[in-house]
């Protein structure tokens, strides 16, 4: 790997980052301008159709494959797109930006949990102190440093939320890592969106015929827009990219640096303020996964 090379993968990873941070104080933005099946039905329906004109042909090349494995897609594209974003978007009404992303970053907390349970695998003694770590960092962050709210079961029901939200996108990573086949990217993301979005139009329907449903206003309709093209479509090539030049356990680091930046837009964005438990707890978090991480990182130093 040449400098440039190296430096052009950074790049990459770290302006997928950004993309992607900006994700949580706009969706904070918007959280009570329409329910949250709402939002995340407009967010994949403009993603889809962004992507479709893309993936159609590679969705129609890899047919006898999409179709044995529907149901692994189907189970991926509800958990990782559907579900995900009605969660955030719940969360978003409640949780302030900051929370939402370090609780977000937590994903590969559950990756790892999940991992032991289902696929039987183990950790070395790094990646259980790592683990714990995060964990408490998680209790001072959703106790805001209160403990005695642990007892009383005094949660902010938002937190709750992103932390189910981080745990549905840990099921979707392990999905996605234990993918059956070899199926092209573009045709299974097209695929994965199909179905995330279709699982949501039901959901729109009820709603629609239960509640008096109404157009996004204008500024809402191009901040979904904005998520779902931006952060959602662009991101994810920039990020795929970065992972090409500098693989994914370099670029993976980089992802860390999501609740910074999502930190300082909220604070420009919304007016938020970081409180102390949040730093302490982010601390835990981020510190407590790069320490799981630590074979990796030596692998890194080394190279």
């Known amino acids: 790997m040449t400098?440039?090379?190296?430096?052009?993968?950074?790049?990459?990873?770290?302006s997928a980052t950004v993309l992607w941070s900006t994700t949580f104080p706009l969706a904070r933005l918007i959280a009570f301008s329409m329910s949250p099946v709402e939002l995340?039905?407009?967010?994949?329906?403009?993603t889809f159709s962004c992507m479709l004109p893309f993936g159609f042909v590679a969705v129609k090349n890899n047919r006898p494959a999409l179709k044995?494995?529907?149901?692994?897609?189907?189970?991926?594209?509800?958990?990782?797109?559907?579900?995900?974003?009605?969660?955030?978007?719940?969360?978003?009404?409640?949780?302030?930006?900051?929370?939402?992303?370090?609780?977000?970053?937590t994903a590969p907390?559950?990756?790892a949990f999940f991992a032991i349970a289902f696929l039987h695998e183990r950790l070395s003694f790094p990646q259980i102190l790592g683990l714990v770590i995060a964990v408490i960092g998680v209790l001072v962050l959703v106790l805001k440093g209160e403990f005695h709210r642990f007892s009383d079961l005094s949660f902010t029901i938002g937190d709750l939320w992103m932390l189910l939200a981080a745990s549905l996108f840990a099921v979707y990573s392990i999905l996605v890592r234990k993918r059956p086949g070899t199926m092209p990217q573009k045709a299974l993301m097209t695929a994965m969106l199909a179905f995330g979005f279709f699982a949501l139009c039901p959901l729109m329907a009820a709603e629609a015929m239960a509640t008096d449903w109404h157009f996004p206003d204008g500024q809402t309709l191009w901040?979904?827009?904005?998520?779902?093209?931006?952060?959602?479509?662009?991101?994810?090539?920039?990020?795929?990219?970065?992972v090409e030049y500098i693989g994914a356990a370099r670029a993976g680091i980089v992802y860390y640096s999501i609740p910074l930046f999502s930190s300082l837009e909220a604070v420009i964005l919304l007016h938020e303020t970081v409180s102390m438990p949040q730093i302490v707890g982010g601390l835990m978090i981020i510190g407590g996964i790069l320490l799981s991480s630590l074979n990796v990182l030596r692998q890194l130093i080394r190279h």
């Open 68 to 105: 044995k494995n529907w149901k692994w897609i189907l189970a991926a594209g509800v958990l990782g797109f559907s579900m995900y974003s009605i969660l955030m978007f719940e969360a978003g009404r409640t949780t302030d930006a900051t929370n939402m992303s370090l609780i977000a970053a």
């Open 109 to 111: 907390v559950f990756m």
């Open 223 to 242: 901040i979904i827009f904005y998520i779902a093209v931006i952060p959602t479509l662009i991101g994810y090539l920039l990020w795929n990219r970065s």
């Open 3 to 14: 400098p440039s090379t190296s430096a052009k993968g950074y790049l990459l990873a770290l």
């Open 40 to 46: 995340a039905f407009w967010r994949w329906l403009f």
